[in-house]
């Protein structure tokens, strides 16, 4: 059983800024965040990312990885849009990694209402083989707690995994760092391109700060009702 109650971010993918906001509106009240990513800021720009974060809370998902100096610009030039989460790949290493943080800790002028640094770790799209095709020899789990201890004590505010990895993940690093979770699944749903897949009720009861769900809600016929359903989950989960 988690802490806290485990939120619902609800992904967002649509190169379409009229699908965007309409999904928006109709999941207010029943999601805790919405999340725009690559498809729509690279579809629709990021004035109409800051459009939507006028309305919503945003986590912005970027996923930056590159050069230390790079990511730590794209970041400071990314903060005027004050999402409260935002993500970068653990793999860019720790120097990238502080880089980042110091440059959202510079932008907000250390204040606390900077958005949080997530590191991502290893993607739910991949499972043991996906690791070995790019000559990496652990399983996710190890890789995930390896990434996942070098990213924090290099200064990111949490991680993103699947739900597989979570109590390992608390087991060493706690309580504090927040912990994102994709590859959601409700029962008899398609799981798409994700390998390492849980439903709302797993992730909660292993300790998700936050679950986001994409696919499961947006090509739902009734994406309110479907959050509602994960919402009610995870309540129950938590209770
Ligand atoms: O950083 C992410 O949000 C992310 C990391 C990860 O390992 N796996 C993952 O699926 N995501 C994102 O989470 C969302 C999952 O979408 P669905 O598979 O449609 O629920 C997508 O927007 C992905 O970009």
Redesign the pocket.
């Known amino acids: 059983m988690s802490a806290a109650r485990t939120r619902l971010i609800a ?1 967002l ?1 649509t190169a379409s800024y009229d699908q965007a906001s309409q999904w928006a509106s109709m999941l207010e009240g029943k999601v805790d965040a919405i ?1 725009l ?2 498809e729509f800021t690279y579809a629709c720009g990021l004035d109409a990312v800051r459009t939507l974060s006028e309305r919503h809370a945003l ?1 912005l ?1 970027l ?1 930056l990885h590159d050069i230390p100096n790079t990511v730590a610009a794209g970041l400071k030039a990314l903060a005027p849009i004050r999402p409260f989460l935002t ?1 970068i790949h653990a793999l860019g290493g720790p120097e990238m990694i502080a880089r980042a943080r110091g440059a959202l800790e510079e932008a907000f002028n250390g204040g606390p209402d900077r958005p949080k640094l ?1 590191a ?7 499972n043991e083989q996906s690791l070995t095709e790019v000559g990496i020899d652990s399983t996710p789990l190890e890789e995930v707690v390896r990434l996942g201890k070098m990213a924090i004590q290099a200064g990111a505010d949490g991680l ?3 739900a597989h990895e979570l109590t390992a993940l608390r087991e060493e690093l706690g309580h504090k760092p927040e912990l ?1 979770v ?4 409700l029962v008899g749903n398609n799981v ?3 390998k390492r897949v849980m439903s709302p009720t797993q992730a909660a009861e292993a300790g998700a700060d936050w679950i ?8 739902a016929e009734d994406p309110a009702a479907v959050a509602q359903a994960i919402q009610d989950e995870l309540k129950t989960a938590s209770s």
């Open positions: 992904a993918d999340k990513g690559l986590f998902d996923k993500t997530l991502v770790t290893v993607l739910t799209s991949m993103v995994c699947s994102i994709p590859g959601i699944r798409d391109d994700q986001v769900v994409g696919r499961p809600i947006t090509r």
